[in-house]
């Protein structure tokens, strides 16, 4: 059996008698996009804030590589190898592309400029900034050094995502990326994230957007009422079915039916409006 690059067991968050998460699993194969779905309210947010350091569950463990581990904070899972892109983006529009692709992990300049004056290696970082959009694809930046606030929506999120798959060494969980995008800048980030799985890095993609999810994902995590329900192929279920599922008209496959049925008042009120 292959061993998950991160796995989630019965993880759990309360916030008094608020259930964000009730016991979620999760399983995030080598070489795979995951897609992760559920309804307002169904816990997405939270399972992946406790899977990116953002929130630590009160209960359930956490496995990279197999091995259990525990984040404290997002510095700690970036430490890791897992690179987080929000739906907010979390880019610094007055800053360059090189400049936000390095933010807080900045390249001192070689020798006494960088170790005793602490000068930037600019040249160096536009170069391997360059390097990584390329790699991604990105070929319709004018120039690397131009103020990421100049850029469009789709360009900005390709900023963020070739900086997570450029320090991502194990996982990259990608937040809503297509959110605010048109037709043709949604296809194109949807591209990159096919690039970044190309490259041998498993994503971990939230969405909204089921012709979106059926397009790129090799398998689908639906998550209802803090917990998940079924893990399905695409390939085998049609997106109707995926969302009666999702919203609980229909039942979940028989292999998953032990997990279906959520507890008598369980509820998720506390999770983000943007979920």
Known sequence: MTTPVLEAKGLTKRYGRVVAIDGSDLELLPGEILAVIGDNGAGKSSLIKALSGALVPDAGEILLDGRPIQFRNPME?????????????AVAPGLDIADN?????????PGPLGSIFRML???????????????LGVGTLQN?????????????QAVAVARSAAFGS???????????????????????IRDVRDRGLPVILISHNMPHVFEVADRIHIQRLGRRVAVIDPK??????????????????????GAAAPPAGTTDAAEPPEE
Do not use: C
């Open 170 to 192: 194990k996982v990259v969980i990608l937040d809503e990326p297509t959110a605010a995008l048109g037709v043709k800048e949604g296809n194109r980030v949807l591209q990159l």
């Open 144 to 156: 690397i050094g131009q103020a990421v606030e100049s850029l469009s929506g789709g360009q900005r």
């Open 77 to 89: 899972a970036r430490s890791a190898g897992i690179e987080t892109v929000y739906q907010t983006l």
């Open 236 to 257: 085998a279920y049609s997106m109707s079915q995926a969302v009666a599922i999702m919203t609980g008209a229909a039942e979940p496959p028989e292999e998953m039916a």
């Open 121 to 135: 290696d600019r040249r160096g970082m536009r170069a391997e900034a360059k390097r990584h959009m390329s790699d």
């Open 101 to 109: 692709l390095f933010l807080g992990r900045e390249q001192r300049r």
